[in-house]
C-alpha cells in the first residue's frame, strides 16, 4: 500500500507534537518555525492535512481578535484553497468552545466549521473533531483555557505555590487525554478514506471534574486562592457526547485523568 503524504499544520505545538510521534515520516507547518500558514505557499503535495495551526488563547482573542480571526479563519481559508486544488483530505482540530460561542475564539472555530462545510461543495473532504480540554505530554502553560489549569496546578504543588482558581471552582469540565485525541485523529484519518460524508464529532472523555475536584485530586490539603473570571467563560456543565465515535471512527477514551495525575505526582 503506498505510503500517505502527510501535513500536520501547528505541528510544533502540544498535540502536533504527539501527533508526530504517532506518525513518523510527516512533514510540519508550525509558526515557530517562521511558517505562517497565512502566507507560507505549499508546494508539495500531501493525501492528508491534520490541521491543528491556531491561535487558542482565549485571553488573546479578545485582545486582539482582528489577529486571532486571521490566524483561525483566514489561515484555515489557505488551507482549504490548497486542498480544493490538490485533493487532499482534511481533518480539522476544532474546539468544544463551538457550544458557547461567548468568545472570540469560539466563534472563529464555529466560522471555520461553516467553511470546512461549504467546501464540501467543491470536493473537500473533511472531518471536524470538537477537542474538550486537553491535557498530556508537552503541554505548556503558555495561554489561557480550561485545558491549561491542570498543568497550573501541577506546577504550583511543585513550586509549593497556591492553587490559583477563577470563579467558585464549581464549574465542570470534561478533561481528554492527548493520547486518545491522537487516536481520535489518526482514525479520523482512516474514515476520510472510505465513502465519508460530513461529521463534526466531539473528542472528550464523556465525564466531567469540577476544578475543584483537579485541585482535590491534586493536593487536597493545598490552599486555594479564588479570583474573578478574567474574561467571559461558560457557567454551564460540559461533557462530550462520544457516543457516535464508537460507531462511526471506532474510538473510545481510555486515559484515566486520576491515574495520569497521580502518575505526574510521583515520577
Known sequence: MKRKRVLITGGEGFIGRNLREALPEVD???????????????????????????????????????????????GTLKVLEYAKKTK??????????????????????????????YYWNFGVKSIVLRLFNVFGKYQEIANSGYSLV?????????????????GDGKQRRDFVGVDDVVEAMIRAGEYLEGRPYFLALDIGSGKNYSVN????????????????????????????????????????PKTNLEQWLKSQLYS
Open 28 to 74: 510540519v507547518l508550525d509558526l515557530k518555525s517562521g511558517q505562517d500558514i497565512r502566507t507560507f505557499q505549499i508546494k508539495k503535495k500531501y493525501d492528508i492535512i491534520y490541521h491543528l495551526a491556531a491561535q487558542t488563547d482565549i485571553k488573546k482573542s479578545f485582545e486582539n481578535p482582528l489577529e486571532s480571526f486571521s490566524h483561525n479563519v483566514l
Open 88 to 117: 487532499a483530505k482534511i481533518i480539522f482540530a476544532s474546539s468544544a468552545a463551538v457550544y458557547w460561542p461567548i468568545t472570540p475564539y469560539g466563534l472563529q472555530k464555529r466560522q471555520c466549521e461553516e467553511w470546512l462545510r
Open 150 to 166: 491542570i498543568s497550573k496546578f501541577l506546577k504550583q504543588k511543585k513550586e509549593g505555590k497556591p492553587f490559583t482558581i477563577y
Open 213 to 252: 475536584d483537579l485541585a482535590e485530586m491534586i493536593y487536597k490539603n493545598n490552599k486555594k486562592v479564588y479570583l474573578p473570571f478574567p474574561y467571559s467563560e461558560p457557567k454551564t456543565t460540559t461533557t462530550a457526547n462520544i457516543i457516535v465515535n464508537n460507531k462511526i471512527l471506532k474510538w473510545q
